[in-house]
């Protein structure tokens, strides 16, 4: 079973920068695209941004492009999520977890989820 581990997040004033990291177990980022979703209290989780095996392809759901920067490092089986300009709306637990389609932003699962990590944006 794949282990995911998110860490990285906090509370921090609308403007303000996180950097979030998934590690997991086993070399999964050498063979599956991976994406980080989010869950905010009373929604459903969505995928936010999402990268290729290789890394060249990489997108993101509208509401964060611009100002959200996905990377990986498959040697250390750890991708990672560079918040930038956060807004309140922001507010949610963000996952790591594989994706199905990068291009396409189709998400997927790998039949478990880690504990998340809790993003907090307020003044």
């Known amino acids: 079973q794949v282990q995911l581990v998110e860490s990285g997040g906090g509370l921090v004033q609308p403007g303000g920068s996180l950097r979030l990291s998934c590690a997991a177990s086993?070399?999964?980022?050498?063979?599956?695209?991976m994406g980080w979703y989010r869950q905010a209290p009373g929604k459903q989780r969505e995928l936010v941004a999402a990268?290729?095996?290789?890394?060249?392809?990489?997108n993101y759901a509208d509401a964060v492009k611009g100002r959200f920067t996905i990377s990986r490092d498959s040697a250390k089986n750890t991708e990672y999520l560079q918040m930038n300009s956060l807004k309140p709306e922001d507010t949610a637990v963000y996952y790591c977890?594989?994706?199905?389609?990068?291009?396409?932003?189709?998400?997927?699962?790998?039949?478990?989820w880690g504990q998340g990590t809790q993003v907090t944006v307020s003044s």
């Open positions: 990268i290729s095996v290789s890394g060249r392809i990489i």
């Open positions: 086993g070399s999964i980022f050498s063979i599956y695209a």
């Open positions: 977890n594989k994706v199905n389609g990068v291009s396409s932003m189709k998400p997927a699962d790998f039949g478990s």
